[in-house]
């Protein structure tokens, strides 16, 4: 039987799940409907379609889990990387709300594999870092201080993605951005998050059914106390002329040598409202192998809307 066979929605699911394969991760129910590829569906939908004869051949079930048929041994790996999440989840939830108390910080959210739950032994903790317009460069420095002294706890910090609130509009719009947006899990700054994405509806277009915060939201502490005082103090000194000048040596010299550490197929961006420091071209590099998975299943498209 060629995929070609299959319903619409039964094609869709097969793409979400090979989408998933990438990174090892078989899929329940839930995530193949929140995280379906270009179709809205009902929850009752997909359970149809993953229970249909047609995909038999493709998909299998183990312990609760939808994974590619020959890929099973990946639901013991799920499982070992969520214990391994479970055990990162409350440093990643004390460190994101020490974030937020620095200093022009608006909006902290984890990102990366341990939104997911998918973290391998001794893996970093990734966030995205709203701040407040003018002072991103100088915001990002005092949080840098935070993860060297994280490092000294054993707890390796990764803030690699820093925007300001006049820069939540995203120009990377693919399938794998969309993820990103997608499965973020905001800490701090709820209503900056809502921001976000309402500012980026063309994430739709891709993951139609995945609405507002992943479910994991709910088991972690609400959003962080508001900022201290000290905090809004160091603020008002560091809106002075001299804190001005400050953000601009601090992005000057920080772009300069960012740039010469960007590789060709780098996925970076600079400026006032940016700093991406995604220097491995890891996106790219994902949707390349969700390609092949796609070819490998002689699958027509390729999860663009």
């Not at 060297?148 to 609130?165: D, H, I, K, M, W």
Request: proline share 7%; net charge positive; charged share 25%.
């Amino acid at each position: 039987m060629r995929v070609q066979t299959l319903t619409p929605l039964e094609l869709a699911v097969l793409k979400t799940v090979a989408y998933a394969d990438v990174f090892d991760y078989p899929m329940t129910p839930a995530e193949v409907h929140r995280y379906l590829i270009g179709l809205r569906a009902t929850p009752a939908d997909v359970d149809a379609a993953l229970n249909s004869a047609r995909l038999a051949p493709y998909l299998v079930y183990r312990e609760g889990y939808a994974v590619l048929r020959g890929r099973e041994a990946c639901v013991a790996v799920r499982q070992e990387r969520e214990t391994n999440a479970h055990r990162l989840w409350p440093r990643a939830v004390r460190y994101g709300h020490a974030i937020g108390h620095m200093p022009f910080v608006r909006m902290v959210a984890v990102t990366g594999a341990l939104a997911v739950n998918n973290v391998k032994a001794g893996a970093d903790i990734d966030y995205l870092v709203v701040t407040e317009p003018g002072h991103l460069w100088v915001c990002r420095a005092t949080i840098i201080t935070l993860v060297r002294l994280a490092r000294r706890q054993g707890v390796e910090l990764c803030p690699n993605y820093f925007l300001s609130t006049r820069a939540l509009v995203l120009s990377d719009r693919n399938l794998f951005t969309a993820h990103e947006v997608a499965h973020m899990v905001p800490l701090v700054g709820h209503a900056v998050y809502r921001r976000l994405r309402a500012l980026n509806r063309w994430t739709d277009a891709y993951l139609p059914n995945a609405k507002g915060p992943p479910p994991i939201t709910t088991t972690l502490a609400p959003d962080g106390r508001p900022p201290a005082a000290w905090t809004r103090a160091l603020e008002a000194l560091l809106r002075s002329p001299v804190g001005r000048r400050l953000e601009q040596w601090e992005q000057s010299r920080k772009v300069r040598a960012f740039r010469a550490q960007a590789g060709p197929n780098s996925e970076t961006s600079f400026g006032p409202d940016c700093c991406k420091g995604h220097f491995d071209g890891y996106g790219q590099r994902t949707i390349r192998a969700f390609h092949e998975r796609l070819t490998r299943l002689k699958m027509e498209g390729d999860g663009e809307p």
